[in-house]
């Protein structure tokens, strides 16, 4: 016979515990936050794009999907001053 389980087997705590900590070891991005953040501060994309490329070797992210991952993380991303973009970031 076979048995339809219509929401899944679901996950045991234990696995899913150890997911979350293998994602939070393997955040380049949090890691990138976390060294570069200047609270309060307001910095040229461009350099933190630069910086985000040559001190973590992660070239394969593009300048457009860098600034959306830092807006999802609740950084402010956007023009200003003669239209060049900078990075707000939060706190200060």
Known sequence: DYVHFSGGLGVPAEIGDAVKADRKEQDVLGAFIEMYRAPGQKIEFSSVYQFYKDELGQAAVSKIR???LLRERGIDV???????TFVFWPGG
């Open 66 to 68: 860098l600034s959306k």
């Open 78 to 84: 956007r023009k200003a001053d003669h239209n060049i």
